[in-house]
């Protein structure tokens, strides 16, 4: 049986060797919708997450609670059941990816692990304005370790995130494929 799903990777540096599909991956990857989207962050050589879409409805109660605290009444135009690092949580985005949006990640329990807002350019430090460029999108990143922007250029494929003080600079790039996932018969 042969399925197919929509596929967002997300690579952080080169690869240069195919490693492992973890098992959880596998089994995310055959859950997935056919025409779903599934999300696979790789980072060197080695998958350091994976998101697969769900409903609101779908998140535990604190968690909704606090999703829906953080970003209103308005229901999320995307949410994701997220593993990274061994931990699962939920991820919410409201608004136009092409413009003002904010997002937030909490963990089953509600405990907020990243806020994500845009802000305009002429709000951004100095350091930070030298690395923007030509990025038509600049939003704000609160979470774990120092407050961070992420910016997108005209194409939303690459984006570039660095700290506040224009240091811990690394790009980002998403690739929208295909997955095809192949098992023997028994």
């Known amino acids: 049986m042969l399925l197919r799903s929509s596929i967002l990777v997300v690579v ?17 990857i ?4 056919a025409g779903g989207q599934l999300r696979i962050e790789i980072e060197g050589k080695h998958i350091r997450g994976w998101s697969e879409p769900c409903g609101i409805d779908d998140v535990p109660r604190r968690a909704r609670f606090a999703i829906e605290s953080i970003l209103g009444a308005e229901n999320p135009t995307v949410v994701l059941r997220t593993w990274h690092s061994d931990s699962m949580s939920y ?5 136009d990816p092409e413009g003002v949006h904010r997002s937030v990640r909490v ?3 509600g405990v907020v692990i990243e806020r994500v807002h845009t802000v305009e350019r002429a709000e951004l430090p100095p350091a930070v304005a030298q690395r923007s460029g030509d990025a ?4 704000f990143v609160q979470g774990d370790g120092p407050n961070r922007f992420r910016m997108w250029s005209t194409d939303r494929q690459v984006y570039v995130e660095c700290t ?3 240091s811990d600079y690394r790009e980002v ?6 997955v095809r996932a ?4 028994h």
């Not at 790039?173 to 295909?178: I, K, S, T, Y």
């Not at 192949?182 to 018969?185: G, K, S």
């Open 136 to 139: 038509r999108v600049v939003a």
């Open 164 to 166: 506040e003080d224009g």
């Open 30 to 33: 055959w859950r997935a919708p």
């Open 12 to 28: 952080l540096a080169s690869c240069s060797a195919a490693p492992v599909i973890p098992a959880e991956v596998q089994a995310a």
């Open 173 to 178: 790039r998403e690739v929208a494929g295909v």
């Open 107 to 109: 963990d089953p329990d």
């Open 182 to 185: 192949v098992r023997a018969a």
């Open 91 to 95: 991820y919410a985005f409201v608004g």
